[in-house]
């Protein structure tokens, strides 16, 4: 990304959260019903402050389970 945006990374941040999934996330997880997941936001500062990366992920809280 900082050849894309031109600017140098400084610091980055994830901020995750552990939620029940949605309907469509347990379809498209293959999940059973009251699945967990871990939702993260990621988003990263260059050197002047600016945000010249921002991502999300959502992952089964537990991947050691098998899905549905």
Do not use: C, F, N
């Not at 019903?33 to 050197?47: L, S």
């Amino acid at each position: 990304m900082e050849d894309l945006s031109g600017k140098r990374y400084h610091h980055a941040r994830d901020q995750g959260i552990a939620r029940s999934a949605t309907p469509e996330e347990t379809v498209t997880l293959d999940l059973t019903q009251g699945a967990q997941v871990v939702h993260v936001i990621h988003t990263a500062r260059a050197e002047d402050d600016a945000i010249p990366e921002v991502s999300e992920s959502i992952w089964p809280a537990d991947p050691r389970l098998p899905a549905g």
